[in-house]
């Protein structure tokens, strides 16, 4: 059996990446999960990670395990060119002061683990999906509407504040709301039923050539191996 420490916002997170991974690899994991608070973002993960590598370094190096950092973009620059969002100047000061996240996470581990890689007791893999992991649920369930990461809108729930001042106006469905929808196509009630279904659906050589934040993290985990 395989392990897999995972360090992200809630269990279906944790189910659909597990899943990612198996589909990656090819081999089955079992999960020893680390939550950081709901909508905590970069900050939690901050405050978390150094409890995670505690663990890690005290178990040294383990066979057949691994670990991910799991956080949403929500925005911020995307690595690794550190394109900001086209009209950035319209998010609120505090999102146009956001920076990378997958490059904040890095450094953080450089910080705790060191730089080289080889040298970790376990291998680990970042995932920043962008915008949101909702982001990667509607391009795996329905590719055909959803052709990329820049055919999606940028924000959770079209209600939301920081949407209705980004477009000034009353702004289409978010991703939340799509997936909302998208769920009720398929006749899916709840979100774990939602991530379960994208998860057995996923094919990861089609994902990543719409989705360069996947393509990322397969890259990452490839490197597993």
Known sequence: MNFLYILSEDDNDDAFYKKCIEKI????FELIPRRIRKGGGISQVRKHMPYLFRDINYAGSVDSTYFVIALDNDRSPVHPDHKKIPGFQKLSK?????????CEIERKIF???GDDR???????????PVQMIESWLLLISDSEQYKNEESLPLFAKEESPPAQRYYGKKPENQLKDLCKIQKEKLGINSSEEFCSYCAENLVPEDLKKISPSFDLFEEQ???WE
């Open 111 to 113: 910080e705790i683990l």
């Open 25 to 28: 690899t090819g081999k089955p």
């Open 94 to 102: 505090k999102e146009q002061k956001k920076t990378c996240r997958f």
């Open 118 to 128: 080889q040298k970790w007791p376990i291998p680990g893999a970042i995932a920043i």
């Open 221 to 223: 985990v490839n490197e």
